[in-house]
Nanobody, 125 residues
Framework: QVQLVESGGGLVQAGGSLRLSCAAS????????MGWFRQAPGKEREFVAA????????YYADTVQGRLTISRDNAKNTVYLQMNSLNTEDTGVYYC??????????????????WGQGTQVTVSS
Protein backbone atom coordinates (compact mmCIF):
# COMPACT_ATOMS: atom_id res chain seq x y z
CA GLN A 1 0.00 0.00 0.00
CA VAL A 2 1.28 3.44 -0.95
CA GLN A 3 -0.07 6.75 0.25
CA LEU A 4 0.65 9.99 -1.58
CA VAL A 5 0.05 13.41 -0.04
CA GLU A 6 0.38 16.58 -2.12
CA SER A 7 1.02 20.03 -0.71
CA GLY A 8 2.09 23.47 -1.85
CA GLY A 9 -0.89 24.57 -3.88
CA GLY A 10 -2.52 27.96 -3.52
CA LEU A 11 -3.50 31.21 -5.17
CA VAL A 12 -0.88 33.02 -7.22
CA GLN A 13 -0.90 35.84 -9.75
CA ALA A 14 -0.04 35.20 -13.38
CA GLY A 15 3.70 35.16 -13.84
CA GLY A 16 4.26 33.87 -10.32
CA SER A 17 5.67 30.60 -9.01
CA LEU A 18 4.68 27.70 -6.81
CA ARG A 19 6.42 24.53 -5.70
CA LEU A 20 4.31 21.44 -5.21
CA SER A 21 5.46 18.50 -3.13
CA CYS A 22 4.23 14.94 -3.01
CA ALA A 23 5.24 12.87 0.00
CA ALA A 24 5.00 9.10 -0.38
CA SER A 25 4.78 6.41 2.24
CA UNK A 26 6.30 2.98 1.76
CA UNK A 27 9.74 1.61 1.11
CA UNK A 28 9.27 1.01 -2.61
CA UNK A 29 8.98 4.65 -3.67
CA UNK A 30 12.38 4.74 -5.33
CA UNK A 31 11.59 1.74 -7.53
CA UNK A 32 8.91 3.46 -9.56
CA UNK A 33 8.44 6.33 -11.92
CA MET A 34 6.21 9.14 -10.69
CA GLY A 35 3.96 11.59 -12.47
CA TRP A 36 2.03 14.81 -12.04
CA PHE A 37 -1.38 15.32 -13.61
CA ARG A 38 -3.91 18.12 -13.38
CA GLN A 39 -7.61 18.58 -13.86
CA ALA A 40 -9.37 21.85 -14.58
CA PRO A 41 -13.12 22.29 -13.99
CA GLY A 42 -15.12 20.60 -16.73
CA LYS A 43 -12.05 19.04 -18.31
CA GLU A 44 -10.45 15.62 -18.26
CA ARG A 45 -7.38 14.88 -16.20
CA GLU A 46 -4.28 15.65 -18.24
CA PHE A 47 -0.63 14.76 -18.08
CA VAL A 48 1.77 17.43 -16.81
CA ALA A 49 5.14 15.80 -16.11
CA ALA A 50 6.74 12.49 -15.21
CA UNK A 51 10.08 11.30 -13.90
CA UNK A 52 11.95 8.00 -13.89
CA UNK A 53 12.92 6.16 -10.73
CA UNK A 54 16.39 7.75 -10.67
CA UNK A 55 15.34 11.17 -11.88
CA UNK A 56 17.46 10.81 -14.98
CA UNK A 57 14.55 10.80 -17.43
CA UNK A 58 11.80 13.40 -17.43
CA TYR A 59 8.82 14.04 -19.71
CA TYR A 60 6.70 17.18 -19.95
CA ALA A 61 3.50 18.20 -21.64
CA ASP A 62 4.13 20.69 -24.43
CA THR A 63 2.07 23.30 -22.60
CA VAL A 64 4.39 23.32 -19.57
CA GLN A 65 7.76 22.61 -21.17
CA GLY A 66 10.31 25.19 -20.05
CA ARG A 67 8.14 26.53 -17.22
CA LEU A 68 7.61 23.51 -14.95
CA THR A 69 10.30 21.21 -13.58
CA ILE A 70 9.76 17.81 -12.01
CA SER A 71 12.32 16.37 -9.60
CA ARG A 72 12.52 13.80 -6.83
CA ASP A 73 14.44 13.04 -3.66
CA ASN A 74 14.32 9.31 -3.03
CA ALA A 75 15.93 9.69 0.38
CA LYS A 76 12.94 11.79 1.41
CA ASN A 77 10.34 9.79 -0.56
CA THR A 78 9.23 13.01 -2.18
CA VAL A 79 8.60 14.24 -5.70
CA TYR A 80 8.41 17.93 -6.54
CA LEU A 81 6.92 20.14 -9.24
CA GLN A 82 8.50 23.58 -9.52
CA MET A 83 6.09 25.84 -11.39
CA ASN A 84 7.33 29.14 -12.84
CA SER A 85 5.77 31.73 -15.16
CA LEU A 86 2.32 30.49 -14.28
CA ASN A 87 -0.66 31.52 -16.36
CA THR A 88 -4.41 31.19 -15.91
CA GLU A 89 -4.50 28.00 -17.98
CA ASP A 90 -2.41 26.29 -15.30
CA THR A 91 -5.34 26.52 -12.88
CA GLY A 92 -6.59 23.16 -11.66
CA VAL A 93 -6.23 20.41 -9.12
CA TYR A 94 -2.78 18.85 -9.30
CA TYR A 95 -2.33 15.17 -8.53
CA CYS A 96 0.79 13.10 -8.09
CA UNK A 97 0.74 9.43 -8.99
CA UNK A 98 2.92 6.34 -8.77
CA UNK A 99 3.57 4.27 -11.89
CA UNK A 100 1.91 0.86 -11.82
CA UNK A 101 4.97 -1.26 -12.53
CA UNK A 102 7.81 0.54 -14.24
CA UNK A 103 10.86 2.57 -13.41
CA UNK A 104 10.35 4.62 -16.60
CA UNK A 105 7.88 7.51 -16.85
CA UNK A 106 4.60 7.30 -18.71
CA UNK A 107 2.15 9.85 -20.06
CA UNK A 108 -1.26 8.27 -19.59
CA UNK A 109 -3.11 8.12 -16.26
CA UNK A 110 -4.00 4.45 -16.82
CA UNK A 111 -0.39 3.49 -16.20
CA UNK A 112 -0.48 4.82 -12.63
CA UNK A 113 -2.06 2.92 -9.77
CA UNK A 114 -1.80 5.15 -6.68
CA TRP A 115 -2.93 8.76 -6.57
CA GLY A 116 -2.84 11.55 -4.05
CA GLN A 117 -5.87 13.55 -3.00
CA GLY A 118 -4.80 16.56 -5.07
CA THR A 119 -3.84 20.14 -4.31
CA GLN A 120 -5.58 23.18 -5.79
CA VAL A 121 -3.60 25.66 -7.88
CA THR A 122 -5.37 28.86 -8.87
CA VAL A 123 -3.68 31.43 -11.08
CA SER A 124 -5.32 34.83 -11.24
CA SER A 125 -4.90 37.30 -14.10
Amino acid sequence: QVQLVESGGGLVQAGGSLRLSCAASGRTFSRYAMGWFRQAPGKEREFVAAISWSGGITYYADTVQGRLTISRDNAKNTVYLQMNSLNTEDTGVYYCAKHRSSTYPALTPYEYDYWGQGTQVTVSS
